[in-house]
């Protein structure tokens, strides 16, 4: 490497000279000749650089290693291995050409590569909508020793991710409450009034154990105190019910309010199942999109995220009379309905309140609702002129307004969530977990 950079330095020494000597031989002549000599050492230079860059023909060899899918809005992995198969330490600008939805013109990574080395150059992604992605060629561009010759190598690696829900979420959430840890995430304990009559088995008796569940045949067989177990009700039916119109279409760092609902669904299913709920989808605009009737068998999660990853909208106004009329005729059994929307107003929720007031007559509905963080910013924000006295004004109301909404709810015997979308989730699964434990479904 020391070598090298000697080298380096020693040929654009040359040229710099050519080029004074030749600016020069204009007031001198008897130069010109001593400039042609430099001239020539730099050709013999570029010829042999070039010779040394060109004498292999798969110098370099690189390979793209990314997953089949991504979730959306976490960061996903890639991988280009690279492998300087030269006799000389060479320096690589590679250059991946990423999937368009990125929007990245300037993605470029330099590298040092010894001779005979491997080298992994990771780097992260987040995508912030569904769908197909595809990575095309990886461009690496190979530096000469000398660095008067660069070479570029073309690898056709074409290669389509799909971009899911967000299943890293998901996963996360899975691992937790199958080990009973979900507090870890946030998710709240909260104390067990009385118990379930979903009978689990016949235990001793412990200090500590209600002696009202003790069971007066089995302690007569076992000469020994024994107690009945209870475990929570299972089997118990929880749509997620995702409003895809309008109102769902904020953005917020990144993903719309749709996507939050979506990334909030698929970990809300995911929990119901591990608590041996079943679990069910229904997706809905201006008509009825998606009926996936609950059930907990082992493909049904697989079900969900295929459903959730092939949602599309045009952002229409939803039809919430339409809404009823399925889970009417098609939701036979009591159930517990999480409907993900949003009101930006007291008159369109009121608008709405007919359609929600005959679904939670027969079913147990859940509003979850979005708070506007950019109203907060607003409000918090120094005033300094009658315009801004305006507008904190104005931004106090609408906060105020959605407080509201959830009184008007609660009026209505209907229970509403109403989150940051970066809350969604860890609110969402609080809220079944509590409606569960207080055996409200």
């Given amino acids: 490497m020391i070598k090298s950079f000697y080298l380096n330095n020693i040929v654009h020494y040359i040229a710099g000279s050519a080029a004074v000597v030749f600016a020069l031989s204009y007031f001198f002549p008897a130069l010109f000749q001593i400039g042609g000599l430099i001239l020539v050492l730099l050709a013999i230079a570029i010829f042999i650089d070039a010779i040394l860059v060109y004498s292999k023909r798969n110098g370099i060899r690189a390979e793209r290693l990314v997953s089949e899918r991504f979730s959306i809005g976490d960061s996903n992995k890639v991988v280009i291995n690279l492998v300087n198969q030269y006799a000389f330490n060479v320096r690589a600008s590679i250059i991946d050409e990423l999937p368009v939805q990125f929007q990245e013109r300037n993605w470029l990574k330099r590298v040092q590569l010894a001779s005979g080395a491997e080298f992994g150059l990771e780097y992260a992604l987040r995508p912030t909508s569904r769908g197909e992605y595809i990575f095309h060629a990886i461009n690496v561009f190979v530096h000469a020793p000398l660095k008067l010759v660069k070479r570029r190598y073309i690898f056709p690696k074409e290669q389509v991710v799909k971009v899911y829900p967000s299943y890293m979420q998901m996963r996360r959430y899975q691992l937790l409450a199958v080990s009973n840890r979900l ?39 076992k000469q020994d105190l024994m107690v009945n177990n209870y475990t929570d009700e299972r089997s118990q039916q929880i749509y997620c019910l995702i409003n895809k119109g309008r109102v769902m279409k904020m953005p917020f760092h990144g993903l719309t309010l749709l996507d939050y609902a979506i990334n909030a669904s698929l970990v809300l299913s995911n929990v119901a199942l591990v608590k041996q709920d079943k679990a069910g989808l229904i997706t809905f605009e201006k008509n009825l999109d998606t009926f996936l009737p609950a059930d907990k ?33 098609r939701i036979t059994n009591r159930s517990l309905l999480v409907l993900f929307t949003n009101f930006e107003s007291m008159e369109s929720l009121q608008r709405e309140m007919p359609a929600l007031k005959k679904i939670a007559r027969y079913h147990l509905l859940l509003v979850v609702f979005f708070e506007n963080t950019e109203l907060k910013s607003l409000i918090e924000r120094k005033t300094s002129s009658i315009e801004d006295i305006y507008i904190k004004t104005i931004a106090e109301k609408f906060t105020y307004e959605k407080k509201l909404m959830v009184k008007e709810l609660h009026k209505n015997g209907i229970p509403s969530i109403l989150t940051t979308p970066e809350g969604l989730t860890i609110n969402t699964v609080n809220k079944y977990l509590e409606l569960k434990t207080r055996m409200s479904i």
């Avoid at 118990?195 to 088995?201: A, D």
């Avoid at 599309?312 to 009823?324: G, I, P, Q, Y």
């Fill in 183 to 221: 507090q870890e995430a946030g998710v709240k304990k909260i104390r067990k009034i009385g118990h379930s009559m979903e009978f689990e088995q016949i235990k001793e008796y412990v200090r500590g154990d209600d002696y009202r569940t003790i069971n007066w045949k089995a302690t007569a067989r």
């Fill in 297 to 329: 068998k082992p493909t049904q999660m697989n079900l969900v995220l295929e459903t959730l990853y092939k949602q599309r909208t045009d952002f229409l106004e939803a039809d919430f009379e339409k809404l009823f009329s399925v889970i009417r005729n």
